[in-house]
């Protein structure tokens, strides 16, 4: 191993102690390097979020040893996922069973997962150092600096190495990148906890409404009656107030009947808390020399489904992984840490592609009736094939990866019959089997656009989306042709 220089502070500096900071943090230190880690806030710490953790995050946890700590044993399962549509129940499904994955998810608040997380690094001889705001990136030929508010005070830490682990508004990545992330990249959220919620206890449950489409409400259990309940929506389709999501989330609550009979006899126990999430672009690097991004920091968002934790903790331990190498080699060039990046796109960007493009069609309001027609299709195929309703419930709930080909033919075969009984047949052509060529995939956009012009009235908002489309459609094609090429893996390589 090549020792720590005398010119810095520690080996590896992370900023960010989140899911995907601690468990770099863990796997670093465990390997013998000295890991320095810098948060603004002091922990227990809350962060607004849905609390779901996934089969694929709760392995993860297993590996950090996390899953023997006694409250997480008594954290809430939850064995089945309902989707449900203007108060009528669209899919209902329990979590299926997966090869190496437990057959259900558990929703365990932040405040309590994220400290396991970090004791557990800690327990692996990493340095937490709380209360330390990250400010600018500097880049050295020998080291990366960090400059940090503590308090009144400015430190300047050296490090070989800077894993930005800062989450979705990451000043690692804006230092090094040189923006904030663009607003069709983010998704604004926020939730609240109850108590006193009415059962199942074991079952997730995600709102769809016409009002609100294409917006979301789910209703996370937490256990002991309580549970977490939030509202998600592209950025763009939002006027940029915390009110506006509240009043959505208020008069969802109020109109939804599925979901106000889970809350009939609700009280709301915490302030409403709002955060952005960044998701996944390809576009923009996540390495550069002695710096890789982790977590939310890179965008690792499901677009779909908002979910992050199980990508951070992925993240997390692939970054660890490919940073041991180059400590070891004393080669931490851009060029040595790509096979990280590689490693990210190859495991991930499958799954964020087509979640992508379905996020990027249903942000044109003008086809809400496409994609409710859409659901409602998925939801009477569901009722009459169980299997059907298995994998569609484990798609739309994000339980299932979306590299699994069963689960394209039924999204895409969803809207050709929502489309049909629509009479939209130009669009049955233009976005029927989008995993067919390299040309479908740009007819799919091209007659997208066409669409859009055709159908809404603003053409600056058309341009845009099927601008938005016409990426997605072209990104999408691409990875069905690695996937094609088997260079997709349903299992976790590293
Ligand atoms: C409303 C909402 C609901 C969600 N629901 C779910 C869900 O149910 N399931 C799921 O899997 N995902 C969900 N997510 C996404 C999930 O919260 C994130 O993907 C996850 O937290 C990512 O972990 P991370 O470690 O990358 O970032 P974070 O958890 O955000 O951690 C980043 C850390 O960096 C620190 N930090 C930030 N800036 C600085 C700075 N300048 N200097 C020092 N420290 C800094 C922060 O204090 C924080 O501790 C949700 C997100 C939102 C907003």
Request: net charge positive.
């Amino acid at each position: 191993m090549v020792r720590i220089k005398q010119s810095t502070d520690c080996d590896v500096l992370i900023a960010g102690a989140g899911p995907a900071g601690a468990v770099a943090a863990f796997y670093l230190a465990g390997s013998g390097y000295k890991v320095c880690v810098l948060d603004k806030d002091r922990f227990p710490r809350d962060k607004v979020c849905g609390d779901f953790v996934g089969p694929v995050g709760l392995v993860e946890l297993l590996r950090l040893g996390v899953t023997r700590q006694p409250a997480y044993q008594q954290s809430n399962k939850i064995f089945s996922a309902s989707c449900y549509l203007d108060g009528g129940q669209l899919v209902s499904a329990p979590i299926p069973p997966i090869d190496g994955l437990p057959p259900f998810g558990r929703v365990i608040p932040r405040m309590q997962l994220d400290q396991w997380i970090l004791e557990a690094a800690q327990g692996a001889g990493a340095t937490i150092l709380e209360g330390y705001r990250v400010k600018d990136v500097m880049l050295h030929d020998d080291a990366v600096m960090v400059v940090a508010e503590y308090g009144k005070q400015t430190s300047r830490l050296r490090a070989r190495l800077l894993i930005g682990a800062d989450g979705s508004n990451s000043i690692v990545a804006r230092a090094l990148r040189g923006h904030a992330p663009a607003d069709h990249d983010r998704i604004v959220a926020i939730r609240a906890y109850y108590e006193n919620v009415a059962g199942p206890h074991d079952q997730a449950d995600l709102y769809f409404s016409g009002d609100s489409f294409p917006g979301y409400c789910w209703l996370f259990p937490t256990g002991g009656g309580g549970a977490n309940v939030g509202v998600g929506v592209a950025s763009q389709t939002m006027p940029k107030t915390k009110f506006a999501l509240k009043s959505l989330l208020q008069q969802l609550i109020e109109q939804d009947h599925a979901l106000g009979r889970r809350l009939r006899h609700a009280r709301i126990v915490t302030k409403v808390g709002g955060w952005p999430l960044t998701t996944y672009n390809h576009r923009l690097p996540i390495v550069w020399d002695r710096v890789m991004l982790a977590g939310d920091a890179a965008g690792l968002i499901n677009p779909l489904n908002g979910e992050g934790i199980q990508y951070a903790l992925l993240s997390g331990r692939w970054a660890a992984h490919y940073a041991v190498q180059g400590l070891c080699h004393d080669t931490l060039a851009q060029s040595h840490l790509m096979p990280y990046a590689r490693t990210v796109e190859s495991e991930l960007r499958y799954d964020m592609s087509i979640s992508n493009m379905i996020v990027q069609l249903i942000r044109n309001r003008s086809l809400n009736p496409l994609w409710l027609r859409a659901l409602q299709v998925i939801g009477t195929a569901a009722r009459e094939q169980p299997g059907y309703a298995a994998v569609a419930g484990g798609v739309l709930a994000g339980l299932i990866p979306a590299n699994n080909l069963l689960g394209q033919k039924i999204i895409w075969g969803s809207i050709k019959q929502a489309a049909i009984s629509l009479g939209g047949e130009a669009l049955i052509r233009s976005i029927y089997d989008p995993a067919g060529s390299m040309r479908d995939g740009f007819d799919v956009s091209k007659a997208g656009v066409k669409m859009a012009f055709d159908t809404m009235r603003n053409p600056l908002d058309s341009l845009k989306w099927g601008m938005g489309v016409t990426g997605s459609a072209a990104e999408l094609t691409k990875q069905v042709y690695r996937d094609a090429a088997g260079r997709v893996t349903a299992k976790r390589s590293v």
